[in-house]
């Protein structure tokens, strides 16, 4: 429990020096070619508030890379194109839904 509280706060905010969930750069990567567009991103990582709080990349982390690995683990484990994408569709939506509360005042303040 006390990881999954520290993982979910992780996803609305994130300190200067760290980032959000790896999965969000991986699909803002361009390694599968049509996934912005079936998922409704734009080329910006920084159109999307949860993902742009923190550090947008990582000098030892290759984004492209982990979207390869992502994907081509989607295929081993049998997984449809259409499931793959239901899944980046997935991972999308929560980028998106951190636009809808930026402008929420949090609780406390």
Same mark, same amino acid.
């Not at 070619?33 to 709080?53: A, G, M, R």
């Not at 049998?78 to 899944?87: L, P, Q």
């Given at each position: &429990?006390?990881?999954?509280?520290?993982?979910?706060?992780?996803?609305?905010?994130?300190?200067?020096?760290?980032?959000?969930?790896?999965?969000?750069?991986?699909?803002?990567?361009?390694?599968?070619?049509?996934?912005?567009?079936?998922?409704?991103?734009?080329?910006?990582?920084?159109?999307?508030?949860?993902?742009?709080?923190?550090?947008?990349?990582?000098?030892?982390?290759?984004?492209?890379?982990?979207?390869?690995?992502?994907?081509?683990?989607?295929?081993?484990?049998?997984?449809?194109?259409?499931?793959?994408?239901?899944?980046?569709?997935?991972?999308?939506? &929560?980028?998106?839904?951190?636009?809808?509360?930026?402008?929420?005042?949090?609780?406390?303040?």
């Amino acid at each position: &429990m006390v990881v999954y509280l520290l993982e979910k706060s992780r996803l609305t905010y994130q300190q200067p020096l760290e980032r959000c969930y790896h999965a969000f750069y991986n699909l803002m990567s361009d390694q599968v070619p049509d996934l912005k567009e079936k998922c409704l991103l734009s080329n910006d990582i920084k159109d999307y508030w949860f993902v742009s709080q923190g550090k947008l990349t990582v000098p030892s982390i290759d984004d492209r890379e982990d979207m390869q690995f992502a994907d081509e683990a989607f295929d081993i484990l049998g997984f449809t194109t259409d499931e793959k994408y239901d899944v980046f569709k997935n991972t999308a939506a &929560m980028m998106h839904m951190g636009n809808f509360t930026k402008d929420f005042v949090p609780v406390g303040k």
